[in-house]
């Protein structure tokens, strides 16, 4: 058997204040976070997900920019993160079969949760 070819895809977002957007990962998301303050850089993990930022000082980047993590429960996570994140939205149904959830972070980037809705 060939092994694939392609690993993951992991975003890299881009932050306009590091310390700041890595807290809002880990305190309202609840994401593990990594910061190499010398780098510039940061990484935020959580069950699997793995996204990565760099330091921009460009806001228009940022609020341009979006990822789309596929989750197993949007429910779930929705229960959670209104806990956190008091102005949270509620779930939408797609035409495309997904439930979603949307966050916007600090700089603008938009955080885009789905899960199939037949997979519940």
């Not at 992991?10 to 957007?21: E, F, K, M, W």
């Not at 998301?29 to 000082?57: K, N, P, S």
Request: with cysteine; charged share 20%; hydrophobic share 40%.
């Amino acid at each position: 058997m060939t092994p694939p070819l392609f690993g993951k895809a992991i975003p890299v977002l881009a932050s306009l204040d590091l310390p700041r957007t890595l807290a809002f990962y880990q305190t309202a998301l609840g994401f593990e976070v990594h910061h190499f303050a010398e780098a510039g850089y940061g990484i935020a993990q959580r069950d699997g997900t793995e996204l990565h930022f760099w330091t921009c000082a460009d806001r228009h980047i940022a609020e341009n920019t979006s990822c789309y993590l596929r989750v197993a429960d949007i429910r779930a996570v929705h229960a959670e993160l209104s806990q956190r994140i008091p102005s949270l939205g509620e779930v939408v149904q797609t035409d495309w079969g997904m439930d979603e959830l949307y966050v916007i972070d600090p700089d603008g980037n938009l955080l885009k949760f789905g899960q199939e809705r037949h997979a519940r």
